[in-house]
């Protein structure tokens, strides 16, 4: 489409009345959004009227529900989706064990690593307040690709059903 000089005036027109790019590129036809925004820069149109939105700010809605630390527990399964089986998993979920805590490991004095001694085949899983003289990472030898030794990366990935069982637990 070319911009023929009828409507380069009729965008000039659409455009100080303050009209979208969208809205005069469908007033025109044949144009896209984006080819009216790049004539409007061409032009060196800036000056806009004023359009019709209020002048006032608007006010923001007030949320009528509790804050979400102030909920009740929800359910354990959301209702998104198809929800035919969910009594199912939620008994299923009900029905398994909780697994046990895992302790964290006494690293020995000469496993700890510092910043400045961890190797690329050390564990990088940090042990204390950094901000503290006392601050480490456990040191001990990683296990494949996994940034962590085994006990490490036991607690670091774990099954996303036993993250929902100990928050369950944890809240009720």
């Known amino acids: 489409m070319a911009w023929t000089d009828e409507r380069v005036e009729l965008l000039k027109k659409l455009w100080s009345e303050g009209l979208s790019a969208s809205q005069i590129a469908g007033r025109l036809g044949g144009v ?85 001694t961890l190797k690329e085949s050390m564990c990088r899983w940090p042990i204390g307040d950094p901000t503290e003289e006392a601050f480490h990472f456990c040191g001990r030898k990683k296990t494949g690709a996994v940034p962590y030794c085994e006990h490490h990366a036991r607690m670091a990935y774990q099954p996303v059903q036993a993250r929902r ?8």
């Open 32 to 116: 896209t959004r984006n080819a009216v925004i790049g004539k409007v820069h061409r032009l060196g149109l800036s000056g806009r009227a004023t359009n019709s939105r209020s002048s006032v700010p608007r006010q923001r809605r007030t949320h009528t529900h509790a804050p979400r630390q102030n909920r009740a527990p929800s359910i354990t399964f959301g209702t998104r989706g198809n929800v035919a089986l969910k009594p199912t998993f939620e008994e299923e979920f009900q029905a398994a064990p909780a697994p046990a805590p895992v302790e964290e490991l006494v690293i020995p004095l000469h496993e700890r690593a510092s910043i400045l």
């Open 165 to 172: 069982r100990e928050k369950r637990s944890a809240s009720g």
